[in-house]
C-alpha cells in the first residue's frame, strides 16, 4: 500500500520514474479490459494508451479518503477511464460490427501450465463475449462483468434504461445460441 | 433459472479477469511524450528533424542542379546553333550568291569551248555533291569544275580543292575559266559580314534565324533544317508528375464518391512519335458493388456461418505501377494530341468495406478492414488520349481523360473494377 502512495505520488508530481512503474503494473489488467469491449487488438492497444494518458493527465481530479482503500480506488479509477475512453471508440465507429477472426498469437496460452485447460475455456468464452454486435457487447460487459447497474449503463452511453436492459436480454440470448452451436459442434466432432 | 444465470455471470467474471492476454512490449515512449512533451527525449525529435531537414535540402539542391544544368544547356545549344547555323549559313549563301551573280555555271567539257568571256566563279561537285568548303580561308579558295579539265591534275583525282598556294601550271586550263581572285575575296569578305550582321540581330530581336534572313533576303530560301535541327532535338528521357480524380464502380453498380490518383513518371522517346512510361501512383479508390460480384473464397472462414452480403461501399488504398506506350499522332511544335495504352498493377495498401448484409432474415451493417493484403496483384488495361502543350524548351503540360479496364479481381472479395477519370501532369525533359 504504501508504495502504491508513492507511485501515486510521483505520478501526480509528474515524475518520469513512477509513471513508467505505473504503466508497468497497470498495463495488463487495462489491456484485459479494453479488449472486452474493442474486437481488434492492435486498436485495443492503442485505446488502453489512450486511456493511460487521460490518467495521468486527470490524475489530480483522483481522491482517495481512506489509505486502506487506495489500492481499490485506484483499480476501479482506471477500469473506469478505461471504459470509459473504448466506449467513445466504439461511438465514433458508430457501433457497426467488425468481422474478421481473432489471430492466434494475441492469446497468451502456455501449454505446459497446469491450468492450461482452464484457460481455454476463459479464452472462449472472452471471444463469444467479443462475437457479441457492439451495442449488445458494451452492455453485456459492462452489466454482467463490470458491475454496471442499468441506470448507471443509460447515463453513461445516454440511452434508456429500457434499451439497455432489452440489450443485456438479447446479448444472453445470443450469447446461449453461441454457446449451444459451441456444445453442438464438440459433440459432432466427438 | 436465476441461479443459472448468476453461475454463468459468475464465469464470465472470472474468465474476465484471467483469460490469457499477450501483453505485448506496451508503447511507454509514445505515452510518455503526449503526457510530458517538454521532457521527450530531444534526440529522438531533432535525429527526425534533422533527417527531415537534410532531404529538403537534398530536394532542392537537386532542383538547383537541374535548373543550373538547363540553364547553361541552354546557353551552349545557343553558342553551338549559332556557329552551326552561320557555318551552314555561309555555305548555303555563298552558294546561292554565287548563283545569284549570273556569271556562274556548270559546264561540260564539250560546252566549256563555246564560253568566252571571264567567268568569276565555277561551282564545283566536289565529294560527289556541291562544294563542301574544308578550308576555313574562304579568300583563298578557288574553285575548279572537274569535267573543265581537259587533262587530269597531277594527282589523278576528279574533284579537288585548290588553295592559293597551288601552283596553276599543275592545271590545265583553257582562258575562258581565269579566276578573278580580287573580285573573289571582296565577295567573301561581304558575305562573311553580312552573315555575321543577321544571326546577331537574330539573337538580340528573339527571331528565328530563318526568319531574319529572310527579312534581309527574300530570295533566299534556307532549308528548315538547318535551323531548326539544332534548336529543337528530341529530348530523349522524361519525368513528370501527374495525378486528377479517379472514378469507380463495379459492373451495373453506380458511381460511388471521387478518389484521386497522384504519382511520379518516368519516360523514354523513341522518337517523335513513340513513347514509352512507366511510374508509382497514389491511388484512393471509392466504389460500391452488388454483392453477388463479391467473391467470398477469401474471406469465407471469417464470415459469421450464415450471412448474405447485399450490397457494400469500399474505400482503398493502392499504389499503382503502370507500364505504357504513347503514340503522338499529331506532333506540331508546341502542341500535340496522343494516344496510349497499357496495363497497370495494383499493390492493396488499404481495404475498408462497409457491408450490408442479412444475417438470420434480419437487415445489418457490417465493417470490414484489411490492411495486409496478401491477396495477389490485380492488374487492369488503360486507355488515354490526350493533348500536350509545350510551355519551354524542357517542361510540357498534358491532360488526359482514362479508362481502366479489369484484368483481374481486386482485394478481398476480387471485384472486377472499372476505372475512368482525368489526368492532368507536367513532364521535363531531359536532353
Known amino acids: 500500500m504504501e508504495k502504491t502512495l508513492a507511485i501515486l505520488n510521483g505520478c501526480r508530481e509528474n515524475n518520469p520514474k513512477y509513471q513508467k512503474i505505473f504503466y508497468d503494473n497497470y498495463n495488463a489488467f487495462a489491456l484485459k479490459i479494453v479488449f472486452r469491449y474493442i474486437y481488434n487488438y492492435e486498436e485495443a492497444l492503442e485505446v488502453t494508451n489512450d486511456g493511460f494518458v487521460k490518467f495521468f493527465l486527470q490524475i489530480e481530479k483522483f481522491r482517495h479518503d481512506m489509505e486502506a482503500d487506495l489500492e481499490r480506488l485506484l483499480t476501479g479509477w482506471v477500469k473506469r477511464i478505461m471504459i470509459n475512453t473504448a466506449i467513445d471508440l466504439l461511438r465514433k465507429k458508430m457501433l457497426l460490427p467488425e468481422i474478421g477472426g481473432i489471430p492466434e498469437y494475441v492469446w497468451d496460452i502456455k501449454d505446459k501450465n497446469p491450468t492450461a485447460e482452464q484457460m481455454i475455456i476463459y479464452k472462449d468464452l472472452i471471444t463469444l463475449v467479443k462475437k457479441l454486435p457492439p451495442a449488445y457487447r458494451i452492455v453485456f460487459n459492462m452489466h454482467v462483468i463490470d458491475g454496471y447497474t442499468h441506470i448507471e449503463i443509460a447515463e453513461i452511453l445516454k440511452i434508456p434504461v429500457g434499451t439497455s436492459k432489452s440489450n443485456l436480454l438479447r446479448a444472453r440470448a445470443l450469447m446461449q445460441k453461441y454457446l449451444n452451436q459451441k456444445e453442438e459442434l464438440t459433440v459432432c466432432s466427438m | ?431
Open chain 2, 1 to 431: 433459472m436465476q441461479h443459472v444465470e448468476n453461475d454463468m455471470d459468475d464465469l464470465f467474471q472470472r474468465a474476465a479477469q484471467n483469460y490469457p492476454l499477450q501483453n505485448g512490449k506496451g508503447d511507454w515512449e509514445s505515452i510518455a511524450k503526449r503526457i510530458n512533451p517538454s521532457q521527450a527525449d530531444p534526440k529522438s525529435v531533432l535525429p527526425l528533424q534533422k533527417k527531415s531537414n537534410k532531404k529538403l535540402i537534398a530536394c532542392l539542391l537537386l532542383f538547383a542542379a537541374f535548373l543550373t544544368r538547363d540553364l547553361l544547356l541552354q546557353k551552349a545549344t545557343t553558342k553551338l546553333s549559332y556557329r552551326t547555323a552561320l557555318s551552314d549559313l555561309m555555305k548555303e549563301k555563298e552558294n546561292i550568291i554565287l548563283n545569284d551573280l549570273g556569271k556562274e555555271k556548270i559546264v561540260s567539257v564539250a560546252e566549256q569551248k563555246k564560253i568566252t568571256g571571264n567567268y568569276s566563279r565555277i561551282l564545283i561537285p566536289y565529294s560527289g555533291n556541291n562544294f563542301i568548303n574544308e578550308s576555313s580561308k574562304f579568300k583563298q579558295v578557288h574553285f575548279y569544275h572537274k569535267e573543265n579539265f581537259i587533262k587530269s591534275n597531277k594527282n589523278n583525282q576528279n574533284n579537288y580543292l585548290v588553295t592559293e598556294e597551288t601552283n596553276d601550271s599543275n592545271i590545265l586550263t583553257t582562258p575562258a575559266y581565269k579566276i578573278r581572285e580580287r573580285s573573289h575575296n571582296l565577295l567573301m569578305d561581304n558575305l562573311e559580314k553580312e552573315v555575321e550582321k543577321v544571326l546577331i540581330a537574330a539573337k538580340t530581336e528573339n527571331i528565328t534565324l530563318e526568319n531574319s534572313l529572310a527579312k534581309n533576303n527574300k530570295n533566299v530560301n534556307y532549308k528548315k533544317a538547318t535551323t531548326t535541327a539544332v534548336l529543337s532535338q528530341k529530348k530523349i528521357f522524361y519525368i513528370g508528375l501527374e495525378g486528377g480524380p479517379d472514378f469507380s464502380k463495379v459492373r451495373s453498380a453506380s458511381f460511388n464518391n471521387p478518389g484521386f490518383d497522384a504519382g511520379l513518371l518516368a519516360g523514354m522517346s523513341i522518337n517523335n512519335k513513340l513513347s514509352f512510361e512507366t511510374g508509382i501512383i497514389w491511388n484512393k479508390k471509392n466504389y460500391r458493388s452488388e454483392g453477388t460480384q463479391f467473391s467470398m473464397d477469401k474471406v469465407k472462414s471469417t464470415m459469421p456461418a450464415g450471412m448474405i452480403i447485399n450490397n457494400l461501399e469500399s474505400e482503398s488504398s493502392l499504389i499503382e505501377i503502370p507500364l505504357t506506350i504513347q503514340y503522338n499522332f499529331i506532333h506540331k511544335k508546341n502542341s500535340g494530341l496522343f494516344i496510349s495504352t497499357g496495363i497497370s498493377v495494383y499493390i492493396m495498401t488499404k481495404e475498408k468495406n462497409m457491408y450490408n448484409v442479412t444475417m438470420n432474415g434480419t437487415a445489418e451493417k457490417t465493417t470490414g478492414m484489411y490492411e495486409k493484403n496478401n491477396y495477389g496483384l490485380p492488374a487492369v488495361a488503360s486507355i488515354s488520349a490526350g493533348y500536350v502543350h509545350k510551355v519551354s524548351k524542357y517542361l510540357e503540360l498534358r491532360i488526359a481523360p482514362f479508362l481502366k479496364i479489369p484484368l483481374q479481381g481486386m482485394g478481398v472479395g476480387s471485384l472486377p473494377i472499372t476505372s475512368t477519370g482525368l489526368h492532368a501532369g507536367i513532364i521535363h525533359r531531359f536532353k
